[in-house]
């Protein structure tokens, strides 16, 4: 483990800089060598050096043969580091929308599930200039869509005949 004066925890080390969350996430699907590491990150390899540094020290990366992989510890870690930042990512992207609603109503087996969202766009309207028609943006997409989850506060006729 960290032979340095400063202990860091793997809190410290996966959660307090983005550069080795994102090293750490594009390892997880295989090694990589440092020119693809810089190409990915968008870094120069001496800005990438102290990240992998620290990951090799702290025993989380190894490299083998001139190519950065996960220990086994690393791909435990990535491996539940993906649900977490999948969900943050999710929450973020409009925090003001997440955050002003009452998301208690959701039965909890749904916001456990709620990275599964996965890419979206967000569409409000004003319900008064939508109250017996559906939005054509929302109807074309929604036609468009292979496959499509609704979870509706309001019911209304038309939805059924999408």
């Known amino acids: 483990m960290n032979k340095s004066t400063v202990a860091l925890t793997l809190n410290d080390i996966v959660c307090l800089s983005e550069k080795r969350r994102a090293i750490l996430l594009y390892l997880g699907k295989k090694g990589h060598t440092i020119d693809e590491l810089t190409e990915k990150m968008n870094m120069t390899a001496h800005s990438l ?56 109503v959701i039965p909890a087996d749904l916001m456990e599930r709620i990275r599964d969202i996965g890419s979206y766009r967000l ?38 005949e999408m």
């Open 123 to 160: 569409l409000e309207y004003d319900i008064s200039e939508y109250m017996f028609d559906v939005p054509v943006e929302f109807s074309d997409n929604f036609k468009k869509s292979k496959h499509a989850m609704c979870l509706l506060s309001v019911y209304h006729p038309v939805y059924t």
């Open 49 to 104: 050096a102290p990240q992998l540094k620290t990951l090799r020290d702290e025993e989380i990366v190894v490299l083998k043969d001139g190519i950065y992989e996960l220990t086994d510890i690393g791909q435990v870690l990535v491996k539940n580091m993906y649900p977490l930042f999948e969900t943050i990512d999710i929450l973020e992207k409009d925090n003001r929308f997440w955050f002003t609603r009452n998301l208690s």
